[in-house]
């Protein structure tokens, strides 16, 4: 290592610095900055400031040259492997373990745990579920066993973790929020933009429980459901969520979670965005109040008869930046991949929306090319049924 000197109009710096090879070419290393002239004088009175540079730069190769001893490990191939003992351990869950280390959970479950009687880790199974959960999703049974895969992890009981999840199940406000404030120093948050929606799971059980109830599953599977609703960010973070029956209307489940996200989130400047099955009459005006709006999806064959006549009249087309109007039936629509939309305001239910209408002839090709394809192979198969 050797001593490199900067120098400006002002002063000049100090820097120990040492070669190193990257990939395949030399250069030069910093491996420590030593400080300006003028604060060296300040804390070394007794030396030159170059004297005292010197000397760390020794100081600091020979610490190195103690660092690189050899270490020799001898191995037996006649010795046997002791049987049933662990050798080998996952550590995929570390890069999780340094993002939920970020995110302040840590601190809001120590809060929890302070004001309850427990003596399980709180926090401990919360990490050890969320990393079982994105590595491998199973049964918490399941998740227990591939905790022990772990490198150097706390193991929690069984038992401890299925108590754990009526507390944090309780407590969800909580960390949710503490969640989403730490997340807002690791990346910022977009929050001019809300996605709402809603999934369900099943249940293999036959009698019906708590939440869990006969509903309208999204796999149409016969099994007893849980809904659960998710509110997302422009970047599709996760915001907030609410789990509710399975027997229930999704629609009205979006409201009360969207207050919970105003009220612990200080949130009241965005635009909700969901599907046709959430924009209710009462979604949609209670996201047209302030400064919040809506946009949602609409079927044409829903629309009314006037309004179903104007979306599909081939006239007063526009593109994005552009007020020339076009007629589809003019266009070459077998090349074109421009995209067309119509606006008009409406009033429905005395709510004022604008109804948006897009067109892209390239969808309309792709759509042509799936039918063409389904009538082939219905074509195909009549004909050989005719052989046989």
């Known amino acids: 290592m050797r001593v490199k000197v900067t120098k400006n109009k002002n002063s000049q710096s100090f820097y120990v610095i040492k070669d190193v090879n990257v990939a395949g070419k030399r250069t030069t290393k910093i491996v420590a900055a030593l400080g300006n002239e003028n604060q060296l ?15 760390q730069a020794k100081l600091l190769t020979q610490k190195e040259k103690a660092n ?41 479950c120590k809060k929890i745990q302070a004001q309850t009687r427990i003596k399980y880790d709180l926090y401990n ?11 491998s999703p199973s049964s918490k049974k399941s998740s227990l066993a591939y905790m022990q895969e772990m490198l150097g992890v706390d193991l929690p009981n069984l038992h401890d973790i299925y108590r754990a999840l009526s507390l944090l199940s309780e407590r969800k406000e909580e960390l949710v929020s503490a969640s989403y404030h730490h997340s807002i120093n690791v990346k910022p948050r977009d929050t001019r933009i809300l996605y709402y929606d809603c999934t369900n799971f099943y249940f293999e059980i036959e009698a019906a429980e708590d939440m869990k109830q006969y509903g309208v599953s999204k796999e149409h599977r016969p099994n007893l459901i849980i809904q659960m609703g998710l509110f997302m960010d422009a970047n599709g973070l996760p915001l907030s969520f609410t789990l509710f029956d399975g027997n229930k209307n999704e ?7 969207e207050k919970e996200i105003m009220r612990d989130f200080h949130l009241s400047d965005f635009v909700v965005c969901t599907d046709a099955g959430l924009s209710s009459n009462q979604n949609r005006k209670y996201n047209s109040f302030s400064n919040r709006h809506f946009i949602t ?13 104007w979306a599909l009249d081939p006239s007063g087309w526009q593109k994005p930046n552009d007020k020339t109007q076009y007629n589809l039936n003019e266009l070459n629509l077998e090349t074109d991949d421009s995209i067309y939309y119509k606006i008009r305001p409406i009033n429905e ?40």
């Open 41 to 55: 004088r300040e804390k070394h009175p007794d030396y030159e400031p170059l004297v005292w540079a010197k000397k």
């Open 297 to 309: 999806t609409q079927s044409i064959k829903k629309l009314k008869k006037n309004l179903k006549d």
């Open 251 to 257: 629609q009205p489940s979006m409201k009360p979670l």
């Open 125 to 135: 199974i919360l990490a050890l579920l969320i990393y079982a959960r994105i590595l």
């Open 349 to 388: 239910n005395d709510l004022e929306q604008n109804l948006f209408v897009t067109f892209s002839p390239k969808y309309l090709r792709y759509q042509r090319q799936i039918c063409q394809g389904q009538i082939d192979r219905a074509i195909k198969q009549a004909n050989s049924k005719q052989k046989k």
């Open 68 to 108: 690189q001893n050899s270490l020799i490990k001898s191995f037996s191939a006649a010795k046997l492997i002791e049987k049933d003992k662990q050798r080998s351990f996952n550590v995929g869950y570390l890069f999780l373990q340094d993002i939920l280390s970020q995110l302040g959970l840590k601190q809001a």
